[in-house]
């Protein structure tokens, strides 16, 4: 297919509440959306950036200026047989993933749309429903968590992980289980601890948590392998695992048991497809995060989730878990399972609320081989 045009759109989207984890209290999702026209088609994607450099190094202002400096001229024009070649394509640029993710997201739309398939199915995709954890972020009080948490159980949510920090980890642990003993449940550190925490890390394999995500540093491979021999519950690493070659050397190391792959961390659907099949290899189930996507976003990461290793409950929850409006239509629900149904339509199987999406749009800027336009 041949890239005919490219647009970017910054956007602000209002969350329903805040969201906080071990590093920053979020109140407004920041994010690039990327428009791809091949052929006469029409696809989307999604670099989920910040406005800052907090769970990434990548912003906003960065993947805008490495999309239209760099990558967007490197691809418009060009004829890309398949979408799953863009990541290569795209190799002279080293790292922003996040910036990569959104241009290659968009490719595989178009791509699924001129076939004429769900973009689950081009990617390999084995369900037709994925089933839905949520990921609540540090509150107030205790209370306040305990109350979210009842809600989210009782709209059938099948997995909770909750975010946590020094002062708000063993005990938080102990009372959720006290309210509930069996449900799956885990935590997610943000790389808030250092290896003098293990001792006090190792306290909460008493809770039968289904794992730890990334206690340590968001670089680290090395020191989680070494706290991975003191615990005996898994370790799942997110931050330390940008491409496959980390998700190896993790492996080999005992850095950790469980790999949690998110497109936009990664570079794009055909990374994550390297990493997902190198962890089946080895037999290490994966699942897929989030990033408060919006529908966008969150359709690529739901076609990706259907693929075979994607065994556990992901942090793909439905648009209103974390929007009043999403830019999709529909938007995702939650079926009352707990599952999340993969769309049949052809591509990301949802379209464009062009309208609310105007209303959002902070700027945007148009490519196309002979010019470009700008609108504040
Ligand atoms: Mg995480």
Not at 43 to 65: I, L, N, Q, R, Y
Not at 81 to 95: C, Q, S, Y
Not at 165 to 177: A, C, N, S, T, Y
């Amino acid at each position: 297919m041949r890239v005919e045009q490219v647009e970017i759109r910054y956007v602000r989207l209002p969350l329903k509440r805040h969201f906080e984890t071990s590093f920053r209290r979020t109140r407004e999702r920041h994010t690039i959306l990327v428009a791809v026209r091949a052929d006469g088609v029409e696809g989307w994607g999604e670099s989920p950036v910040e406005d800052g450099p907090w769970f990434s190094s990548e912003t906003v202002e960065t993947a805008w200026h490495v999309l239209r400096d760099f990558l967007i001229p490197m691809m418009l024009g060009q004829e890309i047989a398949r979408a799953a070649d863009a990541f290569a394509r795209m190799g002279r640029v080293r790292g922003h993933p996040m910036a990569k993710t959104g241009l290659e997201e968009a490719l595989w739309d178009a791509e699924a749309r001129q076939q004429g398939v769900p973009l689950a199915r081009l990617l390999g995709g084995v369900r037709d429903r994925i089933e839905s954890g949520v990921s609540v972020g540090i509150q107030d009080s205790l209370p306040e968590l305990l109350e979210q948490v009842e809600g989210y159980l009782a709209q059938g949510y099948r997995r909770v992980k909750v975010k946590i920090k020094p002062g708000w980890d063993v005990d938080v642990v102990r009372e959720l289980r006290r309210r509930w003993p069996t449900v799956p449940l885990m935590v997610d550190a943000n790389s808030a601890y250092t290896l003098a925490d293990a001792d006090h890390l190792a306290a909460l394999d008493e809770w039968g948590l289904l794992m730890i995500e990334q206690p340590l540093a968001y670089d680290d491979l090395y020191e989680h392998s070494l706290l991975q021999r003191r615990l005996r519950t898994p370790i799942c690493l997110d931050e330390s695992i940008p491409t496959p070659a980390h998700a190896r050397a993790a492996l080999e190391l005992g850095s950790c048991r469980i790999i949690n792959i998110k497109p936009g961390r990664v570079g794009g659907l055909a990374q994550a497809r390297r990493i997902h099949d190198l962890c089946q290899e080895r037999g290490v189930p994966v699942w897929c995060g989030g990033l408060l996507e919006t529908g966008v976003g969150r359709a690529h990461n739901v076609a990706i989730a259907s693929l075979p290793n994607y065994t556990l409950p992901g942090d793909i929850s439905a648009s209103d878990r974390y929007y009043e409006r999403d830019v999709v239509v529909p938007p995702f629900r939650l079926n009352p399972d707990g599952t999340i149904d993969v769309p049949r339509g052809p591509g990301i199987g949802v379209e464009i609320d062009r309208d609310f999406l105007e209303t959002v749009t902070v700027r945007r800027e148009v490519f196309t081989q002979l010019q470009h336009t700008c609108h504040d």
